[in-house]
């Protein structure tokens, strides 16, 4: 079992839209729970971390974590044209080991 | 403000030549930083890290190696590329008082031929 499994997408909705990206991870040791978001050929960028289960919200982003289920969402309101990306989840467990995701490509359509 | 530079950006090399990448921070002292890697359909790979001068940790078997000559300098290195080093480094840098945030450089893009 991959320790970070997310879905590569590309995931295409139109301007407006509420868009929902989702990681599921395997070892109960990962304390924060983290999304970045990476241009083309950039480097990443992190949005929000969260340390506990329950909900995180700024902006017009939302990041939740069920630590039972081992579930992380992020989600975005109103989603833009420039809110297209690869969104990256990433754990840790306080260490300076992170585990990233493999990322997945949202294409928001004017 | 911190800043954080890689370079080259981009660089061609025939397998079997050596490697150099260099990573530098600005406007912090004793940042803890990492080398990553991004393959394509593959997440970021953590490669190296280190904590202060000197210090370097590996986190995956290969013919890679780091060094941290300098506080804000961290090198990647390698003595004979190999088709499978392709691909895209990064370099990250994050505060011993902040784990948990960490700010990546703009990257190399690295073709192996």
């Known amino acids: 079992q991959k320790e970070v499994e997310q879905d590569p997408g590309p995931l295409s909705v139109p301007e407006g839209a509420i868009v929902s990206l989702n990681c599921t991870y395997s070892?109960?040791?990962?304390?924060?729970f983290m999304w970045y978001r990476q241009y083309s050929r950039k480097g990443p960028e992190l949005l929000m971390y969260?340390?506990?289960?329950g909900n995180k919200e700024d902006g017009r982003f939302t990041a939740q974590v069920d630590k039972s289920s081992k579930y992380i969402s992020l989600f975005i309101r109103d989603s833009q044209p420039s809110d297209s990306a690869t969104y990256l989840c990433a754990f840790t467990s306080g260490t300076y080991k992170y585990i990233f995701g493999t990322g997945t490509r949202l294409k928001v359509l004017a | 403000s911190q800043t954080i530079h890689q370079w080259p950006a981009t660089l061609v090399q025939p397998v079997g030549s050596p490697l150099s990448l260099e990573c530098t921070v600005e406007g912090t002292s004793n940042p803890n930083l990492y080398w990553y890697r991004q393959a394509a359909g593959r997440g970021l790979q953590l490669l190296f890290y280190s904590v202060g001068i000197g210090q370097i940790s590996s986190e995956v078997p290969q013919n890679l190696s780091a060094s941290r000559p300098q506080d804000r300098q961290f090198i990647l290195s390698s003595k004979k590329l190999l088709l499978s080093d392709s691909g895209f480094y990064l370099c990250?840098?994050?505060?011993?008082?902040?784990?948990?945030?960490?700010?990546f450089g703009p990257g190399t893009r690295l073709t192996v031929t």
């Open positions: 969260t340390y506990s289960s």
């Open positions: 070892n109960s040791a990962f304390q924060y």
């Open positions: 990250a840098w994050n505060t011993g008082t902040a784990v948990v945030e960490q700010y």
